[in-house]
């Protein structure tokens, strides 16, 4: 499986924009970038995916760079419910579609 | 529509004893998986079905680990005998299809095993 990287935690203050990182230097031309999250005490929970083209749902966007191997999800204006262990997957084709889940970014939302 | 359902949420067991985890996946999704989520750590898959075919158990420890979905709909995963090292919380999860690497997969709330 490809791997990817993300800082372990981030912090962000409610009401203002967070910008997640992932960085995935050996993605395949036929990877999806997905990202999951989980609440505390929750399973994880589908956010977001894209392939090549930045997109945009009711949750969050995700903006990934020219050459994929980076991709930033943004949640424009953070509450307390999004404080949650955030990861980036890569999904791929070929035989191989079950999800990898890494250790994952734990945001933190500050009042 | 009712998500992933899980039970029971919380199970405390004695070490060696037999402990079974019950998971009913969202109505018509033919795929359903068994993650293993340690503390501090991501989940990991150990068990996935196409309907009432185990299509990828290459992680399951079979040793002590089993699991059945009867009639393609809803599944057990049993550990038998548990050991302290079991503890750990069980998640279930089901997506339409996994043959599509874009499909999205719904989680349960997860079974939290505690072995003593």
């Known amino acids: 499986d490809a791997k990817t990287t993300q800082p372990n935690s981030m912090e962000s203050n409610e009401e203002e924009p967070v910008h997640l990182p992932c960085n995935h230097p050996?993605?395949?031309?036929?990877?999806?970038i997905h990202w999951y999250r989980q609440l505390p005490s929750q399973g994880p929970e589908y956010v977001i995916h894209?392939?090549?083209s930045n997109v945009n749902n009711r949750m969050a966007s995700l903006a990934i760079a020219e050459d994929r191997k980076s991709s930033t999800l943004i949640l424009h204006r953070a509450t307390l419910r999004d404080a949650a262990v955030y990861y980036c997957i890569l999904r791929g084709g070929g035989s191989n579609y079950k999800l990898t889940f890494g250790k994952g970014t734990l945001l933190t939302v500050n009042p | 529509e009712a998500g992933v359902v899980q039970s029971p949420r919380y199970k405390i067991i004695e070490k060696k004893q037999p402990v079974a985890f019950w998971c009913n996946p969202i109505s018509g999704h033919n795929t359903l998986y068994w993650y293993l989520q340690n503390l501090g750590q991501g989940p990991e898959l150990l068990i996935r079905?196409?309907?009432?075919?185990?299509?990828?158990d290459s992680q399951l420890p079979k040793d002590r680990f089993s699991a059945e979905r009867l009639k393609g709909v809803d599944s057990t995963l049993k550990i038998q005998p548990a050991e302290l090292g079991d503890s750990a919380v069980y998640l279930c999860?089901?997506?339409?299809?996994?043959?599509?690497?874009?499909?999205?997969?719904?989680f349960g709330p997860g079974t939290r095993l505690t072995v003593l």
């Open positions: 999860a089901s997506s339409l299809e996994s043959g599509c690497s874009y499909n999205e997969q719904f």
């Open positions: 050996t993605i395949s031309g036929t990877d999806y």
């Open positions: 894209g392939l090549t």
């Open positions: 079905y196409e309907n009432e075919e185990a299509v990828d």
